[in-house]
């Protein structure tokens, strides 16, 4: 299906225009200064507004579904009718290739737009701070970890081990730790992603070469103790550490170019951009890097071992590096939430964090770069609310009942997560048509 | 070593614990020969194999192998990864494809150069990266189409025939520009037509690229069609080498199918 094909810009405007009705006919109208609020009593869209997310004016919830509606009905319905396999007889594979890759651009547009305007939205600062620092934060963590289970099949059960070395990295080169900064000399906070994401970097190394000729169960195992003694140090050691209470006073980011300077205060929203700057470069990055023949030697070795090696790639060589960048986006996340949070605690990198982690990425998608995202965004905005409004009589220890319960009938049904990653999925469907127009081009280019 | 020898086995013996799999072999291999290997079940033909591409280590004997690139050079305790980069390629006894991985994206991997890091240039994309891929492209789409797979290139690897399973393997194989290719019983599990397919190829991939085979294979006529000079494996020892014909006519490898132990053969 073709977004810009008549009937497609046809059903848009049509579903715009109900979009617009629909807004102009429920509820109380808004006076002069006052938001007006959705008005259709007890419906989903009030509770919405009640919880905080969006207190906004109704035409923005309804011309956001509309256009959300139109995306879903144009790309996904179709694919689930015969109506499509008929469609795909007449039109030719470039054309059909070329629509998708049209489409995909245009979703990619709505989300980008969708998300700078977000902030706009979300008139409670408490949200904002929840985007930031649950959602943002976690998302690049989960991307970081996809690297490591998703793309080269290595269960890593210590990933917040990483975290907590990019975080405590971040506080003592700052030199808000016991431990004096390095050379008695504290740098400002931005200049510690470079050093917290190498350092996390070293130690992902560090641990990987030893330990990653091991297999499956026993890496996660060394993994595991390895977070077990990075929590104990960061929790006991108070003269180095700072102990149980860490550090209240790490420095918020600023940026000094000389002819341009900011400084990152108390308002979410800015560090909200950083945090969307930053994952947009994580997407790019992982993307490319799963594509290329790092990421293809990842996959032939999450596959099969020996074949992989039968034909020159070294195992150990490929997954340390998995490991590594994985490591390094770990330290990433713990700078950021160092700079984000401005105080840092041995209870942000237990061992609960790792399996946090591990979820976001089971429930989006092993391997699947968008949908580690999308699985992030949603799990992480679920816990959230759950956590901070607790509905239905919830009490906090009831998350992991329910994240349970979402594991267990993901595994049933989509066991592939949320938005499988093409090459994961194709385990479960077989024939595809894969690498799309690339291939046609390849095949038919050298035989001039 | 003499001019012509491409592989050559002294005295290898390789135990288990208490289990001898393979007891004081010696084979040699010229460049540009079609060799098989033969016996029956549990002779350690394929013991042989894993000791040639570093997947075992012997406990005695040397393996040398001449690449015509670099000096002869031994492969005992070499990892298997260097030893395919050395030029020595293998297919397996149950084909081990990258199932996930579209047919073309199989033979692809098997082009690329795995030396390196990668991942700067994964994500700069320099002209350095580029061209590798265009290399790689070109190389797996010469062996695609050497091997008959252009059509299914797209298709996952998981969704192929048996026969053509066994073909993109040895497409995957060539794609690292081997000079020794050890195929594992490339004709187990396909069908006689398969099997004449296979045949014609395996010929060509020594005729035309001149890429030099040995062979383990259980399919006598196969064998006899194919192979220049065979060794005859049995409990871990050779009994027998030569060409088809003398091997047709050599009473211990008679016994050794026909299923008498080795002391009455001996005797």
Known sequence: ???????????????????????????????????????????????????????????????????????????????????????????????????????????????????????????????MYLIVEQIGVWILLALGLNVVVGFAGLLDLGFAAFYA?????????????????????????????????????????????PTLRLRGDYLAIVTLGFALIIDDFVGTQSGVTGGGEGSLTVPKFVLNMGFWHYHWEINPTPYYYLCFIFVVIFLVAFTALEY????????????????????????????????????????????????????????????????????????????????????????????????????????????????????IIMMIFRPAGILPSRRRKREFQGYEVAHEGHLDEVLSGDEE | MTEDLLIKVENVTLRFGGVVSLRDVTLDMRRGEILAVIGPNGAGKTSLFNSITGVYEPQEGTITFASAKAPPLSVIGKKTYRIAQLGVSRTFQASRLFSALTVFENVKIGAEDHRGI???????????????????????????????????????????????????????????????ILLDEPAAGTNPSEKLELTTLIRRVRDERGVSVLLIEHDMKLVMALAERLYVLNFGSVIAEGTPEEIRANPAVIDAYLGTTPEEAGA
């Open chain 2, 118 to 180: 990668g991942v700067l240039g994964a994500l700069v994309k320099g002209p350095r990266t580029r061209r590798g891929e265009h290399i790689s492209d070109n190389i797996a789409s010469e062996q695609l189409r050497f091997v008959g797979l252009v059509n299914e290139a797209g298709t996952v690897a998981s969704q192929l025939s048996y026969g053509a399973r066994r073909r993109l393997e040895i497409a995957r194989a060539l794609a690292t520009d081997p000079e020794l």
């Open chain 1, 165 to 209: 070395i990019g975080a405590y990295t971040t506080a003592w080169f700052t030199g808000v730790l016991p431990t004096p900064a390095p050379f008695n000399h504290p740098i400002p906070t931005l200049w510690c992603i470079p050093i917290g994401v190498g350092l996390a970097m070293v130690f992902g190394i560090l641990l990987g070469i």
């Open chain 1, 1 to 127: 299906m073709n977004l810009l094909s008549r009937a497609s810009l046809k059903r848009l405007v049509v579903l715009l225009i109900g979009a617009v009705v629909a807004a102009v006919m429920t509820g109380a109208p808004g006076g002069y200064g006052v938001p007006a609020y959705t008005g259709i009593h007890g419906s989903l869209l009030e509770r919405v507004s009640y919880f905080g997310l969006f207190t906004t004016q109704r035409w923005t919830i309804f011309l956001t579904l509309a256009i959300l509606a139109w995306l879903f009905v144009s790309m996904y319905l179709p694919r689930a009718l015969f109506i499509r396999r008929r469609m795909e007889a007449v039109t030719s594979l470039p054309t059909r290739v070329m629509q998708r890759r049209t489409n995909r651009w245009i979703l990619i547009a709505v989300v980008i737009v969708i998300t700078i305007f977000l902030p706009k939205f979300v008139h409670q600062q408490f949200w």
């Open chain 1, 292 to 407: 290329s023949r790092v990421g293809r030697a990842w996959v032939a070795i999450r596959e099969d071992e020996v074949a992989a090696e039968s034909i020159g790639i070294n195992p150990l060589k490929y997954k340390v590096m998995a490991f590594a960048v994985g490591a390094a986006s770990g330290g990433f996340g713990g700078v950021l939430t160092a700079g984000l949070i401005g105080n840092i605690n041995p209870t942000l990198f237990q061992y609960q964090v790792s399996v946090n982690v591990l979820i976001l990425v089971i429930f989006g998608g092993m391997g699947s770069i968008w949908g580690v995202a999308i699985g992030a965004i949603v799990v992480q905005t679920a816990t959230s609310y759950l956590d901070n409004y607790q509905p239905w009589g919830y009490q906090l220890n009831d998350l992991y009942m329910y994240i349970g319960a979402l594991l």
